[in-house]
């Protein structure tokens, strides 16, 4: 209660308005006091003045010859009045307290003044002659032409007044500080009991503003005060509902944009981040969060700057495509669209980010597979129209040419019979590569009856093809149709690119969580330029030597998918001149 301000401002003020209360109270009091006393003494005064005044006229005209101290002390009598004859000039005659020649000339005094004006005059003073408060009245007693003939004064001692006054004065402040200490008591009481439901209503207003919304008033009035405090705690009911929707609306809208794909960047006016999700982060390569720093500082994208001048100066949304290089040296590609908003009077901008690098790299190896699916489909056309064209033009009826020319026709058609295969393999393998039927099935057999149906091809190139596992049985989790067709692949391209002479060796390893399969050649190897590339659809190391041999440059390729939807591996290593091993890993069963 001591602490609050409040408290003391309306209590001091209290209390200093009684203070003031009392005091012009007992002054008022004593001021119509005195009024009332000194009017009783006015008027005995007056009464004297009309009884004295016909003797002293006639003293004051020189018609009578008495003694004048005589003449006013018998006017006086035995009252304690004190009677003085002035004259017209102002000289003092006579005076029942005090020799007339030691008295100064009266008439600048102000009841003498007043009594030359109306005939009466009235003044109180401390008289410098009998050193007392005293009470003046003047009278002209007669006019000579319009002049007084001189003054006839009474005077009393008002000490009995200020002694009066005094006791007054002394009861009056004895009572008033009686009250003044039962009003401050009260006051304070009263006070607090005022003080304390508008102190309980400031906390809870603080603690509303500082987000304690569960605050809330008890034990209020049954007045203005109490109404307030129940508006006050039914505003804290609704800023409780309204921050639960509040609060329960931003954890959806967070989560929403946390989970997002897309990148989402809010800036203010002078591109602060006020806000960006993990996607946003991450398709932009920053490593830390971007929140108050400027955008174009912590992502040096040149596009993205000119973005938000646009989205800025325009209320539509702005779209632009953002190229830059990521970290690991990779190109990325994103769209990015901004748009405008207002808040607290500044203008900001919210940047959508969607990653389309890979749509882009899968627009080009669509442009890629269409140009190559051409060049492939075209060169074998061609040759069966040179050649057809050729024979209906009478090549038919030469005996020694005629079956080259159609050995050549069926060797092209096979080559585009074995193009349309692995087309329509890799298509089916893309198809299903999130949903080949995946069993638990035992490796060894089938790897064993890919070798078995390789032994001619490789026998008739003068091949040593063999076979060697670490177990008899070698369990992995895969498809029966697609791990034959990657070992097929493989052995394939071994014996094909392998020279007479030479060997091609599996090899099946158990490892912790996979079964390694390696298919190892003598070849002639490929070139370390080209290992990266050498799953890519038709690439050729040597297109010349692909062609000759019938290869269509979709069998490393078909490997490589058929691997990765049993969730496998593959890689390659080789060495010009001395050969080349592919590497299979398949999870195990």
Request: proline share 3%; charged share 25%; net charge negative.
């Amino acid at each position: 209660m001591f602490r609050s301000r409040f408290f003391w401002k309306l209590y001091l003020s209290s209390a200093a308005l009684v203070l003031l209360t009392a005091l012009g109270i007992g002054g008022l009091a004593l001021e119509q006091t005195e009024r009332a006393l000194l009017r009783e003494k006015e008027i005995r005064l007056r009464h004297q003045c009309v009884a004295m005044a016909p003797e002293a006229a006639r003293f004051l005209r020189g018609e009578l010859d008495d003694d004048p101290l005589e003449l006013v002390t018998r006017l006086a009598g035995d009252s304690d009045t004190r009677v003085t004859f002035i004259g017209e000039n102002g000289s003092v005659v006579a005076d029942t307290h005090e020799d007339p020649q030691r008295m100064s000339n009266h008439l600048d005094r102000a009841e003498v003044q007043e009594a030359a004006v109306s005939d009466f005059g009235v003044a109180t003073r401390r008289s410098a002659t009998v050193h007392e408060r005293m009470f003046y009245i003047a009278h002209v007693p007669a006019r000579e032409a319009g002049r007084p003939v001189g003054f006839l004064r009474v005077s009393l001692s008002i000490a009995d007044i200020d002694r009066q006054l005094g006791e007054l004065r002394t009861r009056l402040l004895g009572v008033a500080a009686a009250g003044l200490g039962l009003a401050l008591v009260l006051g304070a009481f009263l006070t607090h009991r005022l003080t304390r439901p508008l102190e309980e209503i400031a906390r809870a207003a603080h603690g509303l503003r500082t987000g304690n919304y569960s605050t809330r008033l008890a034990g209020l009035p049954n007045d203005e005060i109490g109404v307030l405090g129940d508006a006050l705690n039914r505003l804290g009911v609704e800023l409780t509902q309204r921050v639960g929707e509040l609060s329960g609306e931003e954890s959806r809208l967070r989560a929403m944009l946390a989970g997002m794909v897309e990148g989402v960047v809010a800036v203010d006016e002078e591109d602060r981040v006020a806000f960006s999700n993990l996607a946003a982060r991450r398709l932009l390569g920053a490593n830390a969060d971007l929140k108050g720093r400027r955008l174009w500082e912590a992502v040096r994208i040149a596009e993205l700057d000119a973005l938000l001048r646009q989205a800025r100066e325009n209320s539509e949304a702005a779209r632009r495509e953002l190229t830059f290089g990521a970290p690991d040296g990779r190109e990325v590609v994103l769209r990015a669209q901004a748009h405008r908003f207002e808040a607290d009077g500044q203008i900001g901008v919210v940047v959508v980010l969607h990653d389309i690098t890979e749509l882009r790299r899968l627009e080009r190896v669509r442009r890629d597979f269409v140009a190559n699916v051409s060049h492939e489909l075209k060169t074998p056309l061609t040759s069966i129209r040179g050649y057809v064209e050729t024979l209906l033009d009478g090549a038919i009826d030469d005996q020694e040419n005629n079956r080259r020319f159609l050995d050549k026709v069926q060797v092209n058609v096979q080559r585009l019979n074995h193009l349309v295969a692995d087309l329509l393999s890799l298509a089916r393998v893309e198809a299903q590569e999130d949903g080949l039927p995946l069993e638990t099935l035992d490796l060894v057999p089938i790897l064993e009856g890919a070798i078995a149906l390789h032994e001619n091809a490789a026998t008739n190139r003068g091949l040593e093809l063999s076979f060697s596992a670490d177990a008899t049985s070698l369990s992995v989790t895969g498809d029966r149709e697609s791990l034959v067709q990657v070992v097929d692949n493989l052995l394939d391209n071994a014996i094909q690119y392998t020279p007479e002479g030479g060997n091609v060796r599996v090899h099946a390893t158990a490892e912790p969580d996979a079964v390694c399969v390696e298919v190892s050649d003598s070849g002639v190897g490929i070139p370390a330029e080209d290992l990266e590339r050498i799953f890519e659809r038709f690439y050729r190391v040597d297109k010349a030597r692909s062609r000759a041999v019938g290869g269509t440059g979709l069998g490393l390729s078909i490997v490589k998918h058929l691997v990765g939807a049993m969730h496998g591996e593959v890689s390659v290593e080789s060495e010009m001149g001395v050969g080349t091993t592919f590497r299979v890993r398949i999870p195990v069963g």
